[in-house]
């Protein structure tokens, strides 16, 4: 087995390995890596406002910034300490998030990579523990640079950083530049989803799963409050029950098409009346997808996608 195989191994366990050779002694291979990736030993640190670990069996020493002396050559940071000098790097540029804090006073952290030890600067330095790591979710299957998630006693989100392959990016300018990338993403207003519906179970169930995709959601009971809140911000999509108090879905949807502002308005009915003539009645008030119960959250997302991005047509879609 070649040992580029084995390194290839050890990154995907967030380890390293080291070669040491001495002239008629033989060579040393030390391998390092965590032998359970689900309780990791970590060192916590705090940078940008957010706590962060670093595998323990990666971090060399810990450095208080009252003993770092910083100093720039060639457009490089170095970091010297106890007559060794470190490539120094903001961990804010490693990983494209906030930036520091406290630029002014940096502590270090000594960690190793591929490439040698390098001096990671952060805000502070906090303490050393047991960190219990868990799946990000399918959706987060692999994320660049982080080993595993944790959760603290309360509730915070910990990323467990790799740090060797952070540090392997060619250029920090490109995670800035993904860094300001998201800056004016979310800048940009996200799309609003207006849920009407007279079951409070199911008004949280249809905000709860369209939130998790990223929509700004606003829940009304019936009708008129649908209106009132329509009178307030115009959505990008409204999702209603076809039986309600007050005014119905078929009623509602009437008042959205008498409205010229409101005229082109995707309206997706939610119901578990299925007969033809309730579809006929949805067509003739303006509805534009007649969805029955039961159906799938996948299902829903894609109609919902489909009319927030312009693409629905004047139909009912059969359900």
């Not at 003993?67 to 050559?73: I, K, M």
């Amino acid at each position: 087995m070649g040992l580029d195989v084995v390194a290839t191994r050890l990154r995907a366990l967030a380890g390293s390995i080291d070669l040491r050779s001495e002239a008629g002694h033989g060579m040393t291979i030390e391998l390092r890596f965590q032998a359970s990736l689900v309780a990791t030993h970590a060192l916590f640190v705090r940078d940008g406002g957010q706590v962060f670990g670093f595998a323990s069996h990666t971090v060399q020493r810990a450095v208080p910034a009252v003993a770092v002396e910083l100093r720039r050559e060639g457009g490089v940071l170095y970091a010297d300490f106890d007559a060794h000098r470190y490539p120094a790097h903001e961990l804010s540029h490693l990983t494209g998030l906030a930036p520091a804090l406290t630029p002014e006073r940096r502590n270090l952290v000594i960690v190793d990579t591929d490439g040698g030890p390098i001096a990671v600067l952060v805000d502070a330095v906090l303490d050393a523990n047991e960190l219990v790591t868990r799946p990000a979710g399918k959706y987060f299957k692999r994320i660049p640079g982080v080993a595993g998630i944790g959760l603290s006693g309360d509730g915070s989100v910990i990323p467990l950083l790799d740090i060797a392959e952070l540090a392997r990016a060619p250029h920090e300018h490109a995670l800035h530049a993904a860094a300001q990338a998201r800056s004016q993403a979310h800048a940009v207003r996200r799309s609003r989803i207006l849920v009407v519906d007279d079951s409070l179970s199911v008004r949280r169930a249809l905000g709860t799963l369209l939130e998790d995709q990223g929509y700004d959601v606003t829940l009304a009971r019936d009708g008129l409050e649908a209106v009132k809140a329509l009178d307030v911000a115009r959505p990008d999509a409204l999702l209603t029950d076809l039986e309600m108090p007050n005014m119905n879905g078929l009623e509602l949807t009437a008042h959205v098409r008498a409205r010229p502002a409101l005229a082109a308005l995707p309206v997706i009915m939610i119901t578990s009346r299925s007969m033809d003539k309730h579809r006929r009645q949805a067509l003739s008030a303006g509805v534009n997808i007649y969805l029955t119960k039961p159906y799938t959250d996948l299902e829903l997302l894609q109609q919902v996608a489909t009319a927030v991005t312009g693409r629905v047509e004047k139909r009912v879609a059969a359900g």
